[in-house]
């Protein structure tokens, strides 16, 4: 395995609320897989995982709508465990279908439910059931499994709920056995079972994966099983998190052997994809600037002989991401990382082809940042010249806003800066100041708890008129680190009149996000609802997309300009008299 293995995490503010419960449950008494599934797999036949994968649609389905397990009666892992050494067994299809009935009737008969809904017909998704009849199960047994959807549970659910005012989902209850950082086969194949089916049920964008998703449980049964160590398995887990194209999906927790196969020793520098090229584009520290000897705007071809472009092939599908902008940005971030303390290095300096060994510094040795440089102690506000307002949401304050409303109000222009993350939540209290009425920009599509994988529209919150409104002209700046929050209040300032969007496209990362914990200690998240524009047009991977696109060139690194902000101040000065 190359050591070019790696990922980043990116900070959302998410609630764990994997293992919540107010009350006890018999399934919380049930420890009998407490220290391993003691499950054995046999050989991998197309017949072994043709069955496994029929299992896993099962089991994922009887979890989220047999009342029983609803209900908190049984530890829906340990019932997979019991039931697993049976079914292996099983030597034909008649043989599974017996084992697979038997055990569904286990947990005794299902009531008549008198209140359970037809999907509406116009869902935005809807159930997908089709396996059942696709499948070459007998008829016994698709009769069962319809009986049971027909009569699914209704109500409090013992693993999902559905948050509070927002509606995206929350699982409860799940295990994340931390104890253990290299499960069992068992534990393992839990994890994809558990994960494919939250995706399956409860997420508002399973439609829009570069993969079928009906197509990922078969393709990851065997990569699951067969890892043979700590640091496969993880990895695993991190492909079959990519495989939802979902920038807020990245394992946010454990991942401890793919960080130790990273390294922990990193250029002096940052590089960042500018005009498809890997180039310097800041220093940590520059006091290291002249023992590393690269300028700003450098291009480097080279890591260790291999080219960018091979290096960045080979890892795409450890980095997670809803569009390849901000995956490469992501990337970026990791590219000269290793346990080593030198690594060569081919890059381009005033045309001349340049070969280096560069030392990398233990990262507590450097002054580091993330995906954003943000100096902390930066005011939020600021005039520039010709009457032009300009705002940083990196770092603003609930305070600073009456203030920005009060002294921008009689600027010609107006630039809000989000190619960062707000520091505070600025949507509607500024939003408000760019709209003459109460203006929707917004609408979602939300889960449904007693059908899942049912999505219907909901319309969202409006921007509010509060005060007097702004009349000069409004820039927003984004590009592929904008995510989440900074989409949604890209959004809610697209809604004034007079709003242009400068700069690339986001990250295509919205929606309040759901925690996900899986065997191993490991935690992701996904965007948990869908958020859209008022006329259905989807942002999710799309991204918001510029009025006016514009991106930064090597050659305005160099000259250390930021010629997006330059692009915002011309569109406003094409709108004001000559001087």
């Not at 940083?392 to 203030?403: F, H, P, V």
């Not at 002209?473 to 989440?484: A, F, G, P, Q």
């Not at 065997?519 to 918001?544: A, C, E, F, N, W």
Request: glycine residues 8%; proline residues 4%; hydrophobic residues 35%.
């Amino acid at each position: 395995m190359k050591k070019y293995i790696l990922t980043i995490l990116i900070s959302v503010m998410a609630i764990d609320v994997s293992c919540q419960t107010n009350e006890l449950f018999p399934a919380v008494d049930d420890r009998e897989f407490d220290d391993g599934s003691e499950v054995e797999f046999p050989k991998f036949s197309v017949r072994v995982i043709n069955d496994l994968e029929l299992l896993g649609r099962l089991w994922g389905f009887l979890k989220y709508h047999h009342p029983q397990v609803g209900k908190g009666n049984y530890n829906w892992d340990y019932e997979l465990f019991r039931v697993l050494p049976v079914y292996l067994k099983a030597e034909n299809g008649a043989e599974r279908d017996k084992v697979l009935l038997n055990w569904i009737n286990k947990y005794g008969e299902i009531p008549v439910c008198t209140n359970c809904k037809e999907t509406p017909l116009n869902a935005y998704l809807k159930p997908d059931l089709s396996w059942i009849k696709n499948s070459n199960m007998n008829s016994d047994l698709k009769k069962k499994i319809e009986e049971i959807y027909a009569n699914r549970h209704q109500g409090d659910h013992y693993y999902i709920r559905m948050a509070s005012r927002v509606g995206n989902p929350e699982f409860l209850n799940e295990n994340a056995y931390s104890n253990v950082f290299y499960p069992d086969a068992g534990f393992r194949l839990l994890a994809l079972y558990r994960y494919w089916n939250m995706i399956q049920y409860f997420f508002p964008y399973k439609y829009q994966t570069d993969k079928n998703w009906d197509d990922v449980l078969k393709e990851y049964i065997p990569v699951f099983i067969s890892a043979k160590n700590e640091l496969e398995y993880e990895l695993a887990a991190i492909q079959v998190i990519g495989e939802v194209n979902d920038t807020h999906a990245n394992l946010s927790g454990g991942g401890n052997a793919i960080a130790a196969s990273r390294g922990n020793r990193f250029a002096p520098f940052r590089v960042s994809f500018i005009e498809g090229q890997l180039v310097v584009t800041d220093y940590y520290n520059w006091d290291l600037k002249g023992t590393a000897g690269l300028e700003i705007g450098d291009i480097i071809t080279h890591i260790n002989g291999e080219k960018i472009e091979a290096i960045v092939e080979n890892l795409k599908k450890y980095y997670p991401a809803s569009n390849e902008a901000v995956r490469l940005a992501v990337i970026s971030f990791d590219l000269l990382r290793s346990n080593s303390s030198t690594i060569d290095i081919t890059y381009y300096s005033s045309d001349l082809s340049i070969q280096k060994e560069l030392t990398l510094y233990a990262s507590d040795t450097l002054n580091m940042y993330g995906l954003y440089k943000v100096d902390r102690n930066e005011k939020s506000y600021k005039l520039l010249d010709r009457n032009i307002g300009y705002i940083t949401l990196a770092t603003i304050k609930n305070e600073d806003i009456q203030e920005i409303r009060k002294s921008f109000l009689k600027t010609k222009g107006l630039i809000i800066d989000i190619r960062n993350y707000p520091s505070t939540f600025a949507t509607y209290s500024l939003g408000s100041y760019f709209v003459s009425k109460s203006t929707p920009f917004v609408k979602f599509t939300m889960g449904n708890l007693n059908n899942p994988g049912e999505f219907t529209f909901r319309h969202g919150p409006k921007i509010p008129k509060m005060g007097r409104t702004y009349k000069g002209k409004l820039v927003v700046i984004v590009n592929e680190l904008s995510i989440s929050q900074s989409e949604y209040t890209a959004m809610a300032f697209r809604a004034g009149k007079n709003t242009t969007i400068v700069g690339s496209t986001t990250a295509g990362a919205d929606g309040n996000v759901s925690s996900i914990s899986l065997p191993g200690g490991l935690r992701t998240m996904i965007s948990g609802i869908g958020v859209y524009y008022p006329d259905g047009k989807q942002t999710q991977r799309v991204g918001i997309v510029p009025d006016v696109w514009v991106q930064p060139t090597i050659k305005g690194i160099k000259e250390g300009r930021d010629e997006v902000l330059e692009k915002a101040i011309e569109v406003i000065k094409q709108l004001l008299p000559p001087i």
